[in-house]
C-alpha cells in the first residue's frame, strides 16, 4: 500500500498510538510494513506490539506427538515464519 492509501484508508501521519500483530507478522512485507508503521506511529512514543502464540504444554503423552508434528513439519513451512519461533 502506498503511503498516500495509508493516510486516506488507515491513518494519517504521525496519530496512532498503538499497532498490534498477533500471530502474522511472519506473512508482512517486513520493510513496507515497517515503513508505514512508523509512518502512523506518534512520535516519540507510539508502540508496535507483535507476539505469537506459545506452543501448548499438555502432558507428556501429548507434548511428545505435538513436538514430533512440530519438528517434522518445520521444513515444509515458508522460511519466513521462523520470525514465529524466533
Not at 507478522?25 to 506459545?54: E, M, R, S
Request: hydrophobic share 45%.
Amino acid at each position: 500500500m502506498a503511503l498516500s492509501d495509508l493516510e486516506r484508508k488507515v491513518a494519517e501521519h504521525e496519530t496512532v498510538d498503538l499497532v498490534t500483530v498477533a500471530q502474522a507478522i511472519h506473512w508482512f512485507d517486513l520493510p513496507t510494513f515497517y515503513q508505514q508503521v512508523k509512518w502512523v506511529l506518534k512520535k516519540p512514543n507510539g508502540v508496535l506490539a507483535v507476539w505469537c502464540y506459545l506452543e501448548p504444554v499438555v502432558n507428556e503423552a501429548v507434548d511428545t506427538v505435538y513436538w514430533k508434528l512440530y519438528n517434522e513439519s518445520g521444513p515444509y513451512w515458508d522460511p519466513a515464519r521462523k520470525l514465529v519461533d524466533d
